[in-house]
């Protein structure tokens, strides 16, 4: 990809909502029909090629990847959204780097350049990258989702994420992440050949809760990038095109509120408003509660106000009490 970039005419949400069709067709073709066509062969695996064992185990692993990405990689490594002692630290990194998705320090410092340049140039995935027409965000949804993973152009370490770069036992995780990449695959067929004690369980626990899940943690990250930049409500005033997105909140674990922490990039809570279920938030709660993770940064209602498009959803902010009215 050495396509030049353009700078990102503002757009209208209305003018979104018109380009919609051929967005939804590009996303279907790239994102949801492969995941559909394993899907459709669920029941066709089923009892031989696909058990509760399985289930069960794809669970655990996407949960523990999938978190390590966004409670790890993301709120804690990134943006700092509360300290933790170097046990958690190490568990966050470990746990992260089983998603496959990069060493923390590459991860750390594309996701910086990308909230610095947010759908600007320099953003290294923004679906606005090749303008605004629909030809144009169809392509730009692909490069947002996989394309820029092949992009020539690196995110320079020692810039962005200099402080990853320091830290010796992130260091050594980064040394061993080909180790870390055969535990993640090799784990689930390990305790799928032990719970079931046979080699057929050992295999397709490795399709379904090693293989199937990397996909899908990895498609769900993606679409952080892409749907989540393009698709869905901005109810906050973010200076980019982010969205919010509900049904991606639950396999997201409350990443694809989007808009809101483009808004507050720092808050360890992205699902702000009432009723939007945000998985990580509530297990950064636990952690607080336990004493595993210290000084969170869990978002201001007041200032959360001040940043709304429609002052008058103020009512649905989570612990937003309105000034009470004071007689003259
Ligand atoms: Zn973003
Ligand atoms: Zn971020």
């Given at each position: 990809?050495?396509?030049?970039?353009?700078?990102?005419?503002?757009?209208?949400?209305?003018?979104?909502?018109?380009?919609?069709?051929?967005?939804?067709?590009?996303?279907?073709?790239?994102?949801?029909?492969?995941?559909?066509?394993?899907?459709?062969?669920?029941?066709?695996?089923?009892?031989?090629?696909?058990?509760?064992?399985?289930?069960?185990?794809?669970?655990?692993?996407?949960?523990?990847?999938?978190?390590?990405?966004?409670?790890?990689?993301?709120?804690?490594?990134?943006?700092?959204?509360?300290?933790?002692?170097?046990?958690?630290?190490?568990l966050l990194?470990?746990?992260?780097s089983?998603?496959?998705?990069?060493?923390?320090?590459?991860?750390?410092a594309?996701?910086?350049?990308?909230h610095?340049?947010?759908?600007?140039?320099?953003?290294?995935?923004?679906?606005?990258?090749?303008?605004?027409?629909?030809?144009?965000?169809?392509?730009?949804?692909?490069?947002?989702?996989?394309?820029?993973?092949?992009?020539?152009?690196?995110?320079a370490?020692?810039?962005?994420?200099?402080?990853?770069?320091?830290?010796?036992?992130?260091?050594?995780?980064?040394?061993?992440?080909?180790?870390?990449?055969?535990?993640?695959?090799?784990?689930?067929?390990?305790?799928?050949?032990?719970?079931?004690w046979?080699?057929?369980?050992?295999?397709?626990?490795?399709?379904?809760?090693?293989?199937?899940?990397?996909?899908?943690?990895?498609?769900?990250?993606?679409?952080?990038?892409?749907?989540?930049h393009?698709?869905g409500?901005?109810p906050?005033?973010?200076?980019?095109?982010s969205?919010?997105?509900?049904?991606?909140?639950?396999?997201?674990?409350?990443?694809?509120?989007?808009?809101?922490?483009?808004?507050?990039?720092?808050?360890?809570?992205?699902?702000?408003?009432?009723?939007?279920?945000?998985?990580?938030?509530?297990?950064?709660?636990?952690?607080?509660?336990?004493?595993?993770?210290?000084?969170?940064?869990?978002?201001?209602?007041?200032?959360?106000?001040?940043?709304?498009?429609?002052?008058?959803?103020?009512?649905?902010?989570?612990?937003?009490?309105?000034?009470?009215?004071?007689?003259?």
């Amino acid at each position: 990809m050495t396509a030049t970039p353009e700078i990102v005419t503002p757009v209208r949400p209305e003018e979104l909502q018109i380009q919609g069709n051929a967005m939804r067709i590009t996303i279907g073709v790239f994102v949801v029909v492969p995941l559909l066509a394993v899907v459709a062969a669920i029941p066709v695996a089923w009892g031989s090629w696909l058990s509760w064992t399985d289930i069960a185990l794809l669970v655990l692993f996407y949960a523990v990847t999938a978190a390590g990405i966004t409670i790890g990689y993301h709120r804690y490594f990134t943006h700092g959204s509360f300290k933790a002692g170097r046990g958690v630290k190490i568990l966050l990194a470990l746990a992260g780097s089983m998603a496959l998705e990069g060493s923390i320090r590459q991860w750390v410092a594309d996701h910086r350049k990308h909230h610095k340049y947010s759908d600007e140039v320099g953003d290294p995935h923004s679906p606005w990258r090749f303008g605004t027409s629909k030809r144009a965000v169809a392509k730009g949804l692909y490069f947002a989702h996989v394309g820029w993973l092949f992009d020539e152009e690196q995110t320079a370490i020692e810039k962005y994420a200099p402080d990853i770069k320091a830290d010796k036992d992130l260091e050594a995780i980064s040394r061993w992440f080909p180790a870390i990449v055969a535990a993640s695959l090799l784990l689930p067929a390990l305790l799928g050949g032990l719970i079931t004690w046979s080699w057929v369980g050992a295999l397709t626990a490795f399709f379904w809760a090693g293989l199937f899940r990397i996909a899908i943690v990895h498609h769900v990250t993606w679409s952080i990038n892409s749907v989540c930049h393009v698709f869905g409500t901005r109810p906050f005033d973010s200076r980019d095109f982010s969205t919010n997105v509900w049904w991606l909140a639950i396999p997201s674990l409350g990443e694809s509120w989007h808009n809101l922490h483009h808004a507050e990039p720092t808050a360890a809570r992205h699902g702000v408003l009432k009723g939007q279920v945000d998985l990580s938030a509530v297990a950064i709660r636990a952690m607080e509660r336990a004493g595993l993770a210290k000084d969170v940064r869990w978002p201001k209602p007041e200032r959360l106000v001040k940043k709304l498009e429609d002052p008058t959803m103020a009512h649905r902010i989570r612990g937003y009490r309105a000034p009470s009215a004071t007689s003259a």
